[in-house]
């Protein structure tokens, strides 16, 4: 079953726009990472934000936490042709041995050039 | 470093046969975890193996098993094969508890 949900389901922009994807969890965490996943091929890790931690930046993305209310979302600040993917906010719950992300169901990003 | 790497990276069999899947995590991680990916459950973690052990376990039928060896290399395997288990098959290595680094995934039909 999946953790998450993720907001919009589905995303268009032109380049240039900024693009923000939300997700909701259910239980409490140790950390959320979001990670991007183009044309059905392996995920790539964009960012990792901690449970006591509010808002991270790298780069062109920006990710906010908000623990109280369950949910995070992802900016991308100017929008390139090349950030079209899917886009996934993934948890680790607080009482994880080891390694277990559960994932939300993800947004789909089209930017138009 | 080299990343993770998975094998074989498409792969078509028929229901009722099994299947083994490879993964090669990035030099000195321990950790490896399997999930799959369907167009209707989405992500979904399988296992996670560490120093040989299993660690964590997904909510999947037992004809879906793994292992890790010594040198952390794991395989998935998965018995009678059922059409419902087309899907790509992620492999993660991870160094620490926190950022998981994915493979490119083995795409498995069932016919």
């Given at each position: 079953s999946q953790q998450g949900e993720e907001d919009p389901q589905a995303l268009s922009i032109q380049e240039g726009e900024n693009a923000t994807m939300n997700c909701s969890y259910k239980t409490s965490i140790n950390n959320l990472q979001w990670y991007r996943q183009n044309s059905g091929r392996g995920l790539v890790h964009l960012i990792l934000i901690r449970s006591n931690e509010r808002e991270k930046h790298s780069g062109r993305l920006r990710v906010t936490l908000d623990t109280s209310k369950k949910s995070s979302s992802l900016l991308i600040t100017a929008?390139?042709?090349?950030?079209t993917a899917s886009y996934f906010c993934a948890t680790d719950a607080?009482?994880?041995?080891?390694n277990m992300l559960t994932f939300g169901g993800g947004t789909r990003l089209m930017v138009k050039p | 470093k080299a990343g993770v790497t998975q094998t074989p990276r498409y792969l078509i069999k028929t229901r009722g046969q099994q299947v083994t899947l490879s993964c090669s995590p990035i030099s000195g991680h321990r950790s490896v975890s399997w999930y799959q990916q369907t167009p209707g459950q989405g992500l979904q973690f399988l296992f996670e193996y560490f120093s040989e052990t299993q660690r964590n376990k997904g909510?999947?039928?037992?004809?879906f098993s793994g292992r890790q060896f010594s040198n952390s290399r794991s395989e998935m395997n998965v018995s009678?094969?059922?059409?419902?288990?087309s899907a790509l098959y992620l492999c993660a290595s991870s160094g620490s508890f926190e950022t998981q680094y994915f493979g490119p995934g083995t795409r498995l039909l069932v016919l």
């Amino acid at each position: 079953s999946q953790q998450g949900e993720e907001d919009p389901q589905a995303l268009s922009i032109q380049e240039g726009e900024n693009a923000t994807m939300n997700c909701s969890y259910k239980t409490s965490i140790n950390n959320l990472q979001w990670y991007r996943q183009n044309s059905g091929r392996g995920l790539v890790h964009l960012i990792l934000i901690r449970s006591n931690e509010r808002e991270k930046h790298s780069g062109r993305l920006r990710v906010t936490l908000d623990t109280s209310k369950k949910s995070s979302s992802l900016l991308i600040t100017a929008s390139r042709a090349a950030d079209t993917a899917s886009y996934f906010c993934a948890t680790d719950a607080w009482n994880n041995a080891g390694n277990m992300l559960t994932f939300g169901g993800g947004t789909r990003l089209m930017v138009k050039p | 470093k080299a990343g993770v790497t998975q094998t074989p990276r498409y792969l078509i069999k028929t229901r009722g046969q099994q299947v083994t899947l490879s993964c090669s995590p990035i030099s000195g991680h321990r950790s490896v975890s399997w999930y799959q990916q369907t167009p209707g459950q989405g992500l979904q973690f399988l296992f996670e193996y560490f120093s040989e052990t299993q660690r964590n376990k997904g909510n999947f039928p037992g004809r879906f098993s793994g292992r890790q060896f010594s040198n952390s290399r794991s395989e998935m395997n998965v018995s009678t094969l059922e059409l419902g288990d087309s899907a790509l098959y992620l492999c993660a290595s991870s160094g620490s508890f926190e950022t998981q680094y994915f493979g490119p995934g083995t795409r498995l039909l069932v016919l």
